[in-house]
């Protein structure tokens, strides 16, 4: 699976359908308030927390919430300097 590493985004986030697809649990949040870039509000509906690999490490398993407003994947910034990773994989 491909995913955008948003530097600009406080939050990891997974689309409710590609959560589905990789049979995801999704367990309920009551997750950020989050604005898009056009400053509409990104619906939140859930959460994900799932050990995540890149490349060949595991990672800790972090918060991923869940929207139907999405359609991909986006790693926030943070996300991977808490792994220790943002110079490289």
Known sequence: MSALVD???????????????MRWQIYP????????????????????????????????AVPVYVS???DGFILCIDWMKKQDIENGI
């Open 29 to 60: 949040t009551k997750g950020p308030r989050v604005l898009t870039t056009s400053g509409e509000l990104l619906l939140i509906t859930g959460e994900v927390r799932k050990p995540l690999f890149v490349g060949s490490r595991s990672l800790d």
């Open 68 to 70: 139907p407003d999405y």
């Open 7 to 21: 530097t600009g985004s406080y939050i990891t986030v997974v689309g409710t359908e590609l959560a589905k697809k």
